[in-house]
C-alpha cells in the first residue's frame, strides 16, 4: 500500500513587501521547532519506501522539509517543484499522478489555502467527524495529513484513497 502526505509548511515570519518577495520569507524559531517536531512524527510512521518528496522552492517550505529529512534516517529522494508555489488543486493531482510507480510514498511540502483545498477534497465525507473535523477551520501549520494508496498513483482521487491521520506538532 503506498501513502501520500500533505503537509503544510510551518510559521514563517510575516509577509512585507521586500525585494526578496514572499519566495523569500523564512520560518521563524517557532516554525523550526514545528518543522522538527512533524518531522520527528513522520519518522515514527511506518512509511513504505523509497520516498519521494517534491517541495515548494519557497524558503519557508524548503525549511519545513529540511526538518522532516533531518529526523528521517534514509534520506529520500527530493524535487524542488516550482509550480507548487502557486498550483491549484488540480496541479496537485497531476503532480501525483506522474508520479514514477516506483515511489511508495510521497510527501508533498505546500502552500495554503491549495495543500487545505485538496486535502479536503480527498477527505471528503471523512471531514464530517473525527479527527479530521479540525480541517474545517483550517489547515494547520505543520500539518500533516496521511492517506493509503490502495492502487497505482495514477489512479489517486477522493474516491480510492484512504484518510488514515491528521498530524499537528
Not at 526538518?67 to 509550480?83: H, K, R, W
Not at 505543520?142 to 492517506?147: D, E, I, N, R, S
Amino acid at each position: 500500500m503506498r501513502r501520500l502526505l500533505l503537509l503544510r509548511h510551518a510559521e514563517a515570519v510575516p509577509h512585507v513587501r521586500t525585494e526578496s518577495g514572499d519566495r523569500a520569507r523564512v520560518l521563524t524559531p517557532k516554525g523550526q521547532e514545528q518543522a522538527a517536531s512533524i518531522g520527528r512524527q513522520i519518522a515514527t510512521l511506518d512509511l513504505p519506501s523509497p520516498m519521494q518528496i517534491l517541495c515548494s522552492p519557497a524558503a519557508r517550505t524548503r525549511q519545513t522539509a529540511q526538518g522532516v529529512l533531518d529526523a528521517l534516517s534514509n534520506a529520500p529522494a527530493f524535487t524542488l517543484e516550482d509550480s507548487l508555489y502557486s498550483a491549484v488543486a488540480d496541479d496537485f493531482y497531476g503532480l501525483i499522478h506522474a508520479t514514477s510507480e516506483a515511489v511508495q510514498t510521497l510527501l508533498i511540502v505546500g502552500h495554503n489555502p491549495t495543500i487545505s483545498e485538496f486535502a479536503c477534497d480527498l477527505l471528503g465525507p471523512a471531514l464530517q467527524g473525527g479527527q479530521f473535523s479540525a480541517l474545517n477551520r483550517g489547515y494547520p501549520l505543520a500539518g500533516l495529513t496521511v492517506f493509503d494508496v490502495p492502487g497505482d498513483w495514477l489512479d489517486v482521487r477522493p474516491s480510492t484513497v484512504q484518510p488514515v491521520r491528521l498530524l499537528q506538532p
